[in-house]
Nanobody, 115 residues
Framework: VQLVESGGGLAQPGGSLKLTCEAS????????MGWYRQAPGKQRELVIE???????KVAESVKDRVTISADYAKNVVFLQMDSLEPDDTAVYYC??????????WGQGTQVTVSS
C-alpha cells in the first residue's frame, strides 16, 4: 500500500491543522489506520489510530485535541489537530497496520507550531 500525507505546515500556537492520508488501496483490509509523529531527537510515537471496527486509540498527551476520521469509500484518513502547542512540532506519519502485524508508512509531513 502507498500512503501519502498532506496538510502539514506552519501553525501558530492555539491554531488548528488537518492532515490527510490517501491510501492506494482499500483501508478496510487493515487492522487499523493511524497517525504517528516523530519530533527531533525523539522516538516515533502513536498519536491516534482507528481500527476497522471503529474503535479509537489516542495518546494521553493529545486526547482532548485530536480527532481521527476515515472516509472508507475514498480510502482517506484525516487527523484534525486543535489547540496546537509547540510540543506538537514533529513529522507526522500515516500508518497502516496490517492484520499480520506488519506496518506500512507514508513519507511523513512536517508540522511546525511556532509564533
Amino acid at each position: 500500500v502507498q500512503l501519502v500525507e498532506s496538510g502539514g505546515g506552519l501553525a501558530q500556537p492555539g491554531g488548528s491543522l488537518k492532515l490527510t492520508c490517501e491510501a492506494s488501496e482499500s483501508i478496510y483490509r487493515f487492522r487499523a489506520m493511524g497517525w504517528y509523529r516523530q519530533a527531533p531527537g525523539k522516538q516515533r510515537e502513536l498519536v491516534i489510530e482507528i481500527s476497522n471496527s471503529g474503535s479509537v486509540k489516542v495518546a494521553e498527551s493529545v486526547k482532548d485535541r485530536v480527532t481521527i476520521s476515515a472516509d472508507y469509500a475514498k480510502n482517506v484518513v484525516f487527523l484534525q489537530m486543535d489547540s496546537l502547542e509547540p510540543d506538537d512540532t514533529a513529522v507526522y506519519y500515516c500508518n497502516a497496520n496490517h492484520k499480520d502485524g506488519a506496518d506500512s508508512w507514508g513519507q511523513g509531513t512536517q508540522v511546525t507550531v511556532s509564533s
